[in-house]
């Protein structure tokens, strides 16, 4: 029977930390840190441009992924949905996107 | 420019802070000295703060802790008889943010009696100057913006260039030895003094890179400042908090900070290159760094920043603890906005086009909107209501005509008015002019010091 009361393992848990911010007033960045090379294999094979469009409301061919083994980091970039400061910004340093990537639910057959 | 007559084998840069107002413990700055540093460099500011303190020409520090700062490093400079270096004056680096910078160091230096030349270099540029390059084809969009036209330079309150080092190496060859200059890029500012003394352009900008946040290179970001010394083959960083370190994660992280690409970044000049920058651990606390490149560019650029006046606002506040409002909040705020659109038309007599309105549910999904993951009922809500038109008045009519719906407005379902808990009286508070940065685009230069403007002071004594 599997358990009811059991949450998901999401990527925050498993990382040392899922940040996001501005990168300049037209660009949205989020880092994924992770703390080993285990670790980092699952955020590379997890993070894709279609999950990111998915997760943040914007045109896959407008994600760009960097991938560095060696700090064990996944990098994404798009250019800001909402320009930053305008009527409808809601999160001038974009510092509080990070939580729809850091939330997601790790499929428990790819954990490390 | 002159070639060194003794070119130095090491030149240290020293970081007090990641902005000038931010504030240190005076040990940072004794220590960085006790270490030989050549230089002290610290950014004056920043877009991250959004595009208000551009558009309206004020800084985001206050007086008082720019003083405070300006204070121990003029005098850690002057005795040490190294320059100081300060970019991007007054957070946005316009002309008024430079003069108001250059008015804290008189007035420390009259205090003081310090004996320093001051050079201001100003960066701030008229839509008429960029209309002749714009039309020569001289002006080019960064992604993800298009093409620039006139009349969006001619909307900008202000326009200012980010300049390289060379504007502050010509200052500081003119006998500068504070250097306090308009819109700059956060690395040209460490970079210059190695530069001019002839380090090598890809550790020299790389390290420039990684001390512009002081601290944040480090294991502990709030630890403060630190100390970088470039040499022939590389550079080396610690921090200037004994008790923080750097690490080769904590180094190598810090070119992801704020930059969406994290192996290049361009400068005037050229592009930093680190993907082959290799980060090698000294002892516990102290990083070598060696591989990076600077590559030289064909054209030499400047990127140009500007806000425009998107209108004038007024924010009102209301709190719902209603669990029977909460239940139904999106119906809720749905039907605010919608009385509130048919009461302005009436009353008004304004189209829906001619203003426009936010209205935030903190508590519920005020930061994330559509994109949150959680869409559980909240216990507790903050509504603010933020309404933009083209006049103030007219936005403070607008939100008069909200403050009744956002103390009583019920749902349909409810047979009686509920009363909201508005947070003050009056409910809204006028924001005056809005801005939004319009400029996301580079211009064509002839020579890296043509767009800026030089002022070398007398020493205050004089």
């Excluded at chain 2, 090491?10 to 050549?38: C, E």
């Excluded at chain 2, 714009?134 to 969009?141: A, N």
């Excluded at chain 2, 900008?156 to 006998?175: K, R, S, T, Y």
């Excluded at chain 2, 890809?202 to 400042?225: D, F, L």
Aim: charged content about 20%; glycine content about 8%.
């Amino acid at each position: 029977m599997p358990d009811p009361t059991h949450i998901p393992t999401t990527l925050d848990d498993l990382a040392l930390e899922v940040r996001a911010k501005n990168a300049g007033p037209f660009w949205l960045t989020l880092d994924v840190f992770m703390p080993d090379d285990a670790g980092y294999r699952v955020a590379d094979a997890l993070i894709t441009p279609d999950l990111i469009a998915r997760l943040y409301h914007v045109a896959v061919e407008s994600v760009q992924i960097f991938r560095l083994p060696r700090l064990r980091v996944v990098k994404v970039s798009f250019p800001r949905p909402v320009v930053q400061g305008s009527l409808h910004d809601r999160d001038m340093h974009a510092g509080q996107h990070h939580v729809p990537l850091a939330n997601l639910p790790v499929p428990s057959g790819r954990h490390p | 420019m002159s070639k060194p007559v003794n070119r130095p084998r090491s030149v240290g840069v020293l970081v007090p802070t990641g902005m000038l107002g931010a504030g240190f413990p005076p040990a940072t700055i004794t220590r960085g000295i006790s270490l030989g540093a050549d230089v002290i460099a610290v950014d004056g500011g920043s877009t991250d703060s959004g595009p208000y303190y551009l558009g309206a020409g004020q800084a985001k520090t206050t007086e008082a802790a720019v003083r405070r700062d300006l204070r121990l490093l003029l005098h850690a400079a002057n005795d040490a008889g190294i320059p100081l270096v300060v970019g991007s004056c007054g957070t946005s680096g316009t002309d008024a943010g430079v003069r108001w910078v250059a008015d804290i160091v008189r007035t420390v230096c009259v205090e003081a009696g310090l004996d320093v030349r001051v050079a201001q270099i100003f960066s701030e540029l008229r839509a008429e100057q960029l209309l002749p390059r714009l039309h020569e084809g001289r002006i080019h969009p960064l992604a993800p913006s298009g093409p620039l036209d006139a009349a969006t330079l001619q909307r900008c309150e202000h326009i200012v260039g980010a300049m390289g080092h060379e504007p502050i190496v010509q200052a500081l060859h003119a006998g500068a030895d504070v250097v306090l200059a308009g819109r700059a890029t956060d690395t040209a500012l460490s970079a210059a003094v190695p530069l001019m003394r002839g380090m090598p352009a890809g550790p020299t900008w790389h390290m420039a890179k990684i001390v512009e946040c002081g601290g944040q290179c480090t294991t502990n970001p709030r630890s403060g400042g630190v100390f970088a010394r470039v040499d022939e083959t590389g550079f080396t960083i610690e921090p200037l908090d004994p008790t923080a370190a750097c690490t080769p994660t904590s180094v190598a992280a810090h070119m992801l900070y704020e930059t969406a690409n994290p192996n290049t970044m361009r400068e005037p000049a050229g592009a930093i290159e680190v993907t082959d920058a290799r980060y090698i651990a000294l002892d516990d606390r102290t990083v070598r760094v060696e591989g990076s490149r600077f590559e030289p560019a064909d054209q030499h650029t400047i990127k140009l920043e500007g806000a425009a006046i998107t209108g004038y606002e007024t924010v009102s506040f209301a709190g719902i603890r209603d669990p029977r409002i909460l239940g139904s909040l999106d119906e809720w705020a749905a039907l605010l906005i919608e009385t509130l659109t048919e009461r302005v038309a009436t009353v008004l007599g304004l189209t829906a086009g001619s203003w426009d309105v936010d209205l935030r549910l903190y508590g519920h999904n005020a930061v994330l909107g559509d994109l949150d993951p959680d869409t559980a009922t909240p216990r507790e809500v903050g509504v603010m209501l933020l309404v933009s038109a083209r006049e103030q008045q007219i936005a403070t009519a607008i939100s008069k005509l909200a403050n009744p719906l956002l103390l009583h407005l019920p749902l349909p379902s409810m047979h009686y008015l509920p009363s909201f808990a508005l947070a003050t009286s009056p409910a809204h508070t006028d924001r005056g002019a809005a801005y939004e940065f319009v400029l996301n685009h580079v211009v064509d230069v002839d020579s890296p010091t043509e767009l800026f403007r030089t002022h070398l002071t007398e020493p205050a004594h004089a």
